[in-house]
Every structure is written in C-alpha cells, then in structure tokens.
C-alpha cells in the first residue's frame, strides 16, 4: 500500500536583507509542506527566479531596492495574472497597502506577525484565497471613495513635503508658478486639507509619500 504524499508548498522568498531572508528561509524550512525554492536579494532577481522557477507562493518585501516590492508584484503579475504574492513588511501605510493590493497582491502581512499566521497565510495563499491581517484591511476600508492623486500632483507634494515654496517648485518641474499653485489646490481638495502643513502630515501619515525619500 503506498502512502499518499501532500505536495509541498514551493516558496520564493523576496527581501534585501540578508539576516531576514535567512531567518525566514530557516523558519519555512522547517515546516513539513514547505519548500524555499530561491531568495532573492533585488526586484530583478525576484522577477528573474519567478519566471525560472514559477514558485507556489513568492513572499515578498515591499522596502527593496530598484523601484521597490510594488515593482516586483506588477513585473510578476504580469508575467502570469495566476501568481501569488503575499507582501511582508514593516511597515503598514494606507496608501502602499491599497496600491499593493490594486496591483494584485493575495495578501499583506506585517513582519511582526507570528509564526502561525504567517504560515496560515502562506497556506491560504497558496490554495488561491486571500490573507490579509485585521489591521491592515481596516487601514484600507473607504479609500476607494477618495480621489486619487494624479502623478504630478504627487511630484509637487513631495516638493512639498521638502519645504519647497511654489516658485521654486515651478523651477524644479519646469512650469509655471501658476501651474504649480492649480496643483496645490487640487492637492488640498483630494486630501480634505487646508493648507501645506496638514497636506504634509495627510501625506506621510497615509504613505502617500514616504520620509527621507
């Protein structure tokens, strides 16, 4: 009589950080369905590996060098719109959770989660459903409702964030003073803001716009 044998669950690991990938490599190792197929150190790396390897689930950081994880996830995505991609990060802003999860992502983790869960995630992910923490989702819960920034609206408030008057901004983008003072107010109007200050802090606190970047 032969005994049946359950799959593993193939896994590519995605993170700069070595310490972390290691560690992470170990823990899934250890676990009975679960194989570390790769670990990639760059977004090129992990789109590289994904397209060789085709792994189950791709767990994936989203702070990584080369345009960051939200470029990892579109690169694979399109390569196959089957793929699995659980992110795993540190850090949990509005605006990164809800573009990652636009861009096709089965789930979103934080880095602090345990063992167990994070397990169960990449399980459920890997059997085609959804995991994503409490936490998060509620981070996310009536974002669809609010007008989108456009790209250069983004441009002008990281001007913004950096201190930068609207005359210098213009300089920096090449337009005019009165071009970059429409933008100012389309940004306060988009944002439910009445002035520079409180559009910066909107702006970090919801990650539209990350610091020291």
Request: aromatic share 4%; charged share 25%; hydrophobic share 45%.
């Amino acid at each position: 009589m032969c005994l049946q044998t359950t799959k593993k669950i193939r896994v590519l690991i995605a993170d700069d950080h070595l310490v972390f990938r290691m560690g992470l490599r170990a823990l899934l190792t250890s676990e009975p369905n679960m194989e570390v197929v790769a670990d990639a150190a760059s977004v090129e790396q992990a789109v590289s590996d994904f397209v060789k390897l085709r792994p189950d689930v791709v767990v994936l950081d989203l702070r990584m060098p080369e345009g960051g994880g939200l470029a990892a996830l579109k690169a694979i995505r399109a390569e196959s719109k089957h793929a699995r991609v659980l992110v795993l990060s540190s850090y949990a802003f509005e605006e990164e959770v809800f573009q990652v999860l636009n861009a096709g992502a089965s789930g979103y983790v934080l880095k602090d989660v345990g063992r167990e869960e994070l397990v169960k995630a990449i399980q459920e992910v890997a059997r085609g459903k959804k995991w994503i923490q409490p936490t998060i989702e509620s981070l996310v819960v009536g974002r669809h409702e609010r007008q989108e920034l456009t790209a250069r609206e983004v441009e002008v408030l990281n001007l913004l964030v950096k201190g930068l008057l609207n005359r210098e901004i213009a300089n920096v983008l090449g337009v005019s003073e009165n071009t970059v003072r429409n933008h100012t107010i389309s940004i306060f109007n988009k944002l439910e803001v009445s002035d520079r200050a409180e559009a910066v802090g909107v702006a970090l606190q919801r990650g539209i716009i990350i610091a020291n970047t």
